[in-house]
Structures are given as C-alpha cells and as structure tokens.
C-alpha cells in the first residue's frame, strides 16, 4: 500500500515539474520575442526583466527553497535598491507560512524611502472616498494617501 502512494506522489512531483517547466519555457520564449521585438526600451526591458525574476522565483519554489524568497518588499529594495516597482512573489515570515505575491512600491512615498508593500487600493483621489478604519489621510502637494498613525 505504501508503494502504491509512493507512486501516486513521485507522478504528482514529475506532473508539477513538468507544468512548471512548461510554464518557464513559454516565459523564456516570450522573453526571447520581446527582445526581438524591443521597440520601447524601458518598458519592454522592465516587463522582460519581471519574467526573469518570476522564473527564477518559481524555479525556487519548486526546489522547495523558499527561504530565498524576500519575505517583504523592503527587504526587496534593501538588498536590491534599483528594483523596480511591481509584483513579487514573496514568502512567508515564519515557518509553515505559505509563499503569496503583492504589489511593491518602490518610489519615495512622503519623504519616505521605498519598499512599500500594497495592502489595497482606494481611489483617494476622489475627495468623498475615506480611509479604512485604523488608517490616517495624509496629504502632501495635492496627494492623498492613507497610512497608519
């Protein structure tokens, strides 16, 4: 019996290598045609070089080291100051936790240096809409952001 689920657990690993495979290859080939087709320098080299680091961060899940995942965006940008804002995969504080993706701010926000992590978004810049509870409003040259106290 033991062998039976042995085998039905080694053919579920071979299936996720193979579909996580499969799915990098296709990246690598959307790489290689944006490369071809490079017509807007920045933006073509920042989508090019966010396929890159989700690759290689979706290699790294697979070999189960997730502890080579930055566990918050402002590890992201101590360790790597010239990221560029977007979505990362990021893993979990401690152990047992599960690996997520979220937004990275990777701009000066209110004097403040980057590394922000997106908990949500609101269009704050509709005057009638209110921060959450727990939030403040903070307003500096005509932006509205809501942060904690």
């Known amino acids: 019996m033991s062998y039976c689920k042995s085998a039905f657990n080694v ?22 045609n944006t490369l071809s087709n490079l017509q807007d320098t920045s933006t073509s080299t920042a989508g ?9 961060q979706e290699l790294l899940v697979l070999h189960n080291d997730s502890t080579a995942l930055p566990t918050s965006c402002k590890e992201i940008k101590e360790k790597q100051p010239l990221s ?10 401690a152990i047992g936790g599960s690996i997520y993706t979220a937004y990275c701010n990777m701009g000066t ?7 922000w992590t997106r908990l949500a978004y609101l269009d704050v810049t509709d005057a009638t809409q209110n921060c959450p509870s727990g939030f403040r409003l903070y307003q500096s040259g005509g932006v509205r952001v809501c942060g904690k106290p």
């Open 48 to 56: 090019v070089a966010d396929d890159i680091l989700l690759i290689a």
């Open 84 to 93: 560029p804002s977007g979505v990362y995969q990021l893993g979990p504080a």
């Open 109 to 115: 926000l209110c004097s403040s240096g980057g590394g």
């Open 11 to 32: 053919s579920d690993v071979l299936n996720q290598v193979k579909n996580t495979t499969g799915q990098s290859a296709q990246k690598l080939i959307n790489i290689v």
